[in-house]
């Protein structure tokens, strides 16, 4: 065994009636390591995750976790993970630091060691000050912060975040980001899903992409950019551009395709930077009136794309 390996999943299935959910899923987690499991609505993202927290048995295929087997050792699995589900799972007419002492006690904790645990994890999620607000009184994100303590109470060696963004403000996002990096570099291996790219490209070490049940790429997202290629595009927004300046950069060296809808110009191409002076150039000499024009880089999004020739956001 690999003991870099925290968590191997191999060929897993799971079936609803007829429907398939997860069909033929196979992933290594490494030890330390955050790993994204990113795809849209639908992808099978939950189910792995509720397959991984021992909640629902998987049809086919095996997951050990830390040399356990699922199927035979959940009590072990259980021990060692923390999860934070997709829907919040607090109580609303309790408070934040009621809500911890609450799902800290269902651990084994009390006295002393409950306390201390309960307000070194307020302070980690960056709530002591607002810790005796009933929950009702929290935002979205707030709420999200206390449901990942809550899931921390019991010191995991792993820790399933299901969407930890979604519904989320600017200001709680980056509070998670950082609380998840700091865990990380305590030392916790983290699994986290989600259907934001900027979640992925943040976070995490490897990303696993997925799409209707099947995982359709996996690599570091250097690795997955690679995939796409060294295509640039350009957005240029210019509501009355003339067929003649079009054909031009079509003509130009490196451009691979030219799209137009309503004024807006998408130019893929490679070595976008290089090209840009001569595009500005066929444009002014056109007297075509630009409003904009930007460089895009490829992203997470232009892979999903290039993958699945469908967006990623619905
Ligand atoms: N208990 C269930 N019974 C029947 N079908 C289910 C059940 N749970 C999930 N599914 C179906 O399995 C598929 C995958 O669902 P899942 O919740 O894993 O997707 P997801 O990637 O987490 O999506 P989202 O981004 O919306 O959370 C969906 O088509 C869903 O309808
Ligand atoms: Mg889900």
Redesign the pocket.
């Known amino acids: 065994m690999n003991t870099d390996v925290i968590i191997t999943v191999e060929n897993l299935v799971?079936r609803?009636?007829s429907?398939t959910?997860?069909d033929g899923v196979s992933f290594e987690i490494n030890r330390g390591e955050i790993f994204g499991l990113l795809?849209?609505?639908?992808?099978?993202?939950?189910?792995?995750?509720?397959i991984l927290c021992c909640l629902l048995e998987p049809t086919l295929g095996s997951v050990v976790i830390d040399g356990s087997d699922i199927r035979k050792n959940a009590n072990n699995i259980k021990k060692i993970i923390g999860v934070v589900p997709?829907e919040i799972s607090l109580y609303h007419t309790l408070t934040a630091r009621e809500n911890l002492a609450f799902y800290g006690k269902i651990y084994g904790l009390s006295g002393r060691a409950l306390k201390s645990r309960v307000e070194a994890l307020l302070d980690m999620v960056g709530l002591t000050e607002r810790a005796d607000d009933l929950l009702e009184g929290y935002s979205g994100g707030m709420k999200r912060r206390i449901n990942i303590a809550a899931a921390l109470l019991h010191e995991p060696r792993i820790l399933y975040l299901?969407?930890p963004t979604t519904g989320v403000d600017p200001q709680s996002r980056r509070r998670i980001y950082d609380t998840i990096q700091d865990l990380n570099r305590q030392g916790m291996t983290v699994l986290l899903?989600t259907?934001q790219m900027e979640d992925a490209e943040k976070l995490c070490h490897r990303i696993a992409i997925?799409d209707k049940?099947k995982l359709i790429a996996l690599d570091t997202q250097k690795g997955l950019m690679e995939l796409v290629g060294e295509s640039d595009l350009i957005h240029v927004l210019a509501p009355e551009i003339l067929p003649g300046p079009v054909e031009s950069i079509k003509r130009m060296p490196g451009v691979q395709k030219v799209s137009l809808d309503d004024g807006n110009m998408t130019i893929q191409l490679l070595r976008g930077r290089e090209s840009l002076v001569g595009i500005i150039d066929i444009l002014t000499s056109s007297k075509t009136q630009v409003e904009s024009i930007y460089i895009k880089e490829p992203d997470l999004e232009t892979l999903f794309l290039h993958l699945t020739g469908t967006k990623l956001r619905g």
């Open positions: 799971k609803f009636n429907h959910a997860v795809g849209p609505n639908g992808a099978g993202k939950s189910t792995i995750i509720s997709q299901d969407e899903t259907h997925m049940g």
